[in-house]
């Protein structure tokens, strides 16, 4: 059950990761043919384009020269009806159509800017969405490849993992856990005990033992698991208690802890049927 959940989940997040990359793809292209598809038009960058002077060709663009023809000299009279040369306004047609161009919104190389600053924006965030999502895939990867080489240890692989080294050749840490209870040794018990529910965790995949983790990692995982934190904590306190203050282990406390062995397996067995399906 859980490897036919693990390869569609893989299945599914491969199957994201394509279509994802294959989106932006589209996505990049259809926006780069869309600024460069803009028909041009030559008049746009001609300043003076669309009107006519006797001095200028508009298809060349170049100053045409200018034939002089004899006329009379002009009277004093004559100057008077001269016409003066009038100053455009600001707000003319000729002031708005270069404030479009120097704000950006005309097709003049301050709107080409503006549309390039667009494309860098449209590539960056289609870049962000793969990368989200590369990482996305990458993360269900190694859960995945966690939680299988977790389910597929052995005894002992489990035990190479607890934090301490411990003095029993065949790994059975709740018979010498019982011993060092009858000989009135409850360091050692106390310690043999709580190595004996770290690896019962660890074989039923309630948590992934290894070394370098703290007891409060251990102790969120499994409450998620129900009716097992309760004893796990009961049993981590005076352990701590004991291996890392150099506290007298409590002959009481530990009787609770012991007594509640059983009930702690009954429950560890319910969760881990659970997780199987």
């Known amino acids: 059950m859980i490897g036919a959940n693990k390869i569609r989940n893989q299945r599914s997040a491969r199957l994201l990761v394509y279509l994802g990359a294959l989106l932006a793809l589209l996505c990049l292209n259809a926006t780069g043919e869309s600024l460069h598809a803009a028909p041009t038009d030559a008049g746009q960058d001609d300043a003076l384009g669309g009107?006519?002077?006797?001095?200028?060709?508009?298809?060349?663009?170049?100053?045409?020269p200018l034939k002089q023809q004899p006329g009379n000299k002009p009277t004093s009279t004559d100057r008077d009806t001269v016409p003066k040369a009038i100053k455009k306004q600001p707000g003319g047609a000729g002031g708005t159509a270069n404030a479009g161009n120097r704000w950006g919104t005309g097709t003049g190389a301050a709107g080409e800017g503006s549309g390039t600053m667009l494309f860098i924006i449209a590539a960056a965030t289609i870049l962000v969405a793969i990368v989200v999502l590369v990482l996305t895939f990458l993360y269900i990867e190694s859960s995945d490849l966690e939680k299988t080489q977790t389910s597929g240890r052995s005894r002992q692989q489990s035990i190479e993992q607890l934090p301490f080294d411990l003095e029993t050749a065949d790994g059975d840490f709740r018979s010498a856990a019982d011993a060092a209870y009858q000989s009135g040794d409850l360091r050692k018990a106390i310690i043999y005990l709580y190595s004996h529910v770290l690896v019962t965790l660890d074989q039923n995949r309630l948590i992934r033992l290894r070394k370098g983790k703290t007891n409060r990692q251990y102790l969120r995982e499994v409450q998620r698991h129900n009716g097992v934190s309760g004893y796990f904590q009961q049993v981590m306190l005076p352990f701590e208690s004991v291996f890392f203050g150099d506290h007298e282990m409590d002959a009481d406390q530990f009787q609770q802890c012991w007594s509640g062995l059983s009930g702690f397996h009954s429950k560890v067995k319910d969760n881990s049927e659970m997780l199987l399906g």
Do not use: G
């Not at 009107?51 to 045409?64: G, L």
């Open 51 to 64: 009107h006519k002077y006797p001095w200028y060709d508009a298809e060349t663009r170049s100053v045409k």
